[in-house]
T-cell receptor
Framework: NAGVTQTPKFQVLKTGQSMTLQCAQD?????MSWYRQDPGMGLRLIHY???????DQGEVPNGYNVSRSTTEDFPLRLLSAAPSQTSVYFC?????????????FGPGTRLLVL | DAKTTQPPSMDCAEGRAANLPCNHS???????VYWYRQIHSQGPQYIIH???NNETNEMASLIITEDRKSSTLILPHATLRDTAVYYC????????????FGTGTKLQVIP
């Protein structure tokens, strides 16, 4: 298993540009989520999904869109990038049924918005 | 999910046991205690979890008080590679709950 993969690893955007951060997992996990981590801060939940076709907002959803058309993929879209979205983005996945097992995290995407 | 409180930072001498506390005084009866760590901006890594009994695995031990209002993560022989931010999270097992992380404890292992 590759686990949770994220692309790209690094990205520089200009204010107003849009982009999609990719996240994929091959463990057949129902639950997937996106976090952002600002310097010296903990992780804050952006959006999450409990299965294909089902998504919901986390703590800091503004400026981000998600969709879940397959179990494997959970892309995060920045519609119009702003400097405040400069951060490290982590994707995570886990099972939801039979007890909340461990969350598996991807390696992160480092985003700089100029 | 219940809120947790952790000290912002701790030091530990290499080879000694590192004891990281976590307060979760509003924990519900069906909420588990989970510990993760994050090494140098990598993705967080699962360490251990428990409900009310003490737990041990190859990485650490988890001691939960009888009233379940606090817990301690124990790294029995800390190494320099254990320097990381440690997060304590409480949540129910299973279901559709979203998971949030606090700011954690920065553990510095000193040679």
């Amino acid at each position: 298993n590759a686990g949770v993969t994220q692309t790209p690893k690094f990205q520089v955007l200009k204010t107003g540009q849009s982009m999609t951060l990719q996240c994929a997992q091959d463990m057949n996990h129902e639950y997937m989520s996106w976090y952002r981590q600002d310097p010296g801060m903990g992780l804050r939940l952006i959006h999450y999904s409990v299965g294909a076709g089902i998504t919901d907002q986390g703590e800091v959803p503004n400026g981000y869109n998600v969709s879940r058309s397959t179990t494997e993929d959970f892309p995060l879209r920045l519609l119009s990038a702003a400097p405040s979205q400069t951060s490290v983005y982590f994707c995570a996945s886990s099972f939801t049924t039979g007890g909340w097992k461990t969350q598996y995290f991807g390696p992160g995407t480092r985003l700089l918005v100029l | 999910d219940a809120k947790t409180t952790q000290p912002p930072s701790m030091d530990c001498a290499e080879g000694r046991a590192a004891n990281l506390p976590c307060n979760h005084s509003t924990i519900s009866g069906n909420e588990y205690v989970y510990w993760y760590r994050q090494i140098h901006s990598q993705g967080p890594q699962y360490i251990i979890h428990g409900l009310k009994n003490n737990e041990t695995n190859e990485m650490a031990s988890l001691i939960i008080t009888e009233d379940r209002k606090s817990s301690t993560l124990i790294l029995p022989h800390a190494t320099l590679r254990d320097t990381a931010v440690y997060y304590c999270i409480v949540r129910v097992s299973g279901g559709y709950q979203k998971v949030t992380f606090g700011t954690g404890t920065k553990l510095q292992v000193i040679p």
